[in-house]
């Protein structure tokens, strides 16, 4: 079973439009961080969370940390062809004795 | 700044054949240190994680073993390669206080 949940796993919108990703689990992390890859390459850090309702905004990019800091969103505005890429969750959790797993990604493509 | 430097970049081995992917970190001390396996486009599977040298947690029953000789040196091997070892390997540090991974840039290996 998968620890962190993320839904939708494939994205394929215009260029243009807005999205949201999501990511959730059944337990309690003491932070969550969003990654993106591209093909070939190593995930690169886009966001740490850690406060419960937590918002961060990276340009077009708005990360929520839920309240009771068991889910996560990633919201883009105004989507690019250089947003298309594979988009990773993954958090630190007690419960998990605070070693950092991944959720299955979204890939996002962006068309133009 | 730190660094991570994970090699080779690709690799072709034989079923049966032994292996050795290295990975090494600059400009920090006592990180923790991850071996990751990403199967193609989805999310990453924590294979070993270590807290210190000589200190390795084993995530997943597998073909592969790891080793930390040196603080800031971590070894992904394996004595007889099985076709199911074949993936997109990742390598990756992190801080104590702020578990945020820094990742390599990956080894293709391909066992035939």
């Known amino acids: 079973t998968q620890l962190l949940e993320q839904s939708p796993q494939f994205l394929s919108i215009q260029e243009g439009e807005n999205l949201t990703v999501y990511c959730n689990s059944s337990s309690v992390f003491s932070s969550l961080q969003w990654y993106r890859q591209e093909p070939g390459e190593g995930p690169v850090l886009l966001v740490t969370?850690?406060?419960?309702?937590e918002v961060k905004k990276l340009k077009r990019l708005t990360f929520q940390f839920g309240d009771a800091r068991k889910d996560s969103s990633l919201h883009i505005t105004a989507a690019q062809p250089g947003d298309t890429g594979l988009y990773l969750c993954a958090g630190t959790s007690m419960e998990y004795g605070n070693k950092l797993v991944f959720g299955a990604g979204t890939i996002l493509r962006v068309k133009s | 700044s730190q660094t991570i430097h994970q090699w080779p970049a690709t690799l072709v081995q034989p079923v049966g054949s032994p292996l050795s992917l290295e990975c090494t970190v600059e400009?920090?001390?006592?990180?923790?240190l991850y071996w990751y396996r990403q199967a193609a486009g989805r999310g990453l599977q924590l294979l070993f994680y270590s807290v210190g040298i000589g200190q390795i947690s084993s995530e997943v029953p597998q073909n592969l073993s790891a080793s930390r000789p040196q603080d800031r040196q971590f070894i992904l091997s394996s004595k007889k390669l099985l076709l199911s070892d074949s993936g997109f390997y990742l390598c990756?540090?992190?801080?104590?206080?702020?578990?945020?991974?820094?990742f390599g840039q990956g080894t293709r290996l391909t066992v035939v």
């Open positions: 969370v850690v406060t419960g309702g």
């Open positions: 400009g920090t001390s006592n990180p923790n």
């Open positions: 990756a540090w992190s801080g104590k206080e702020r578990i945020e991974a820094f």
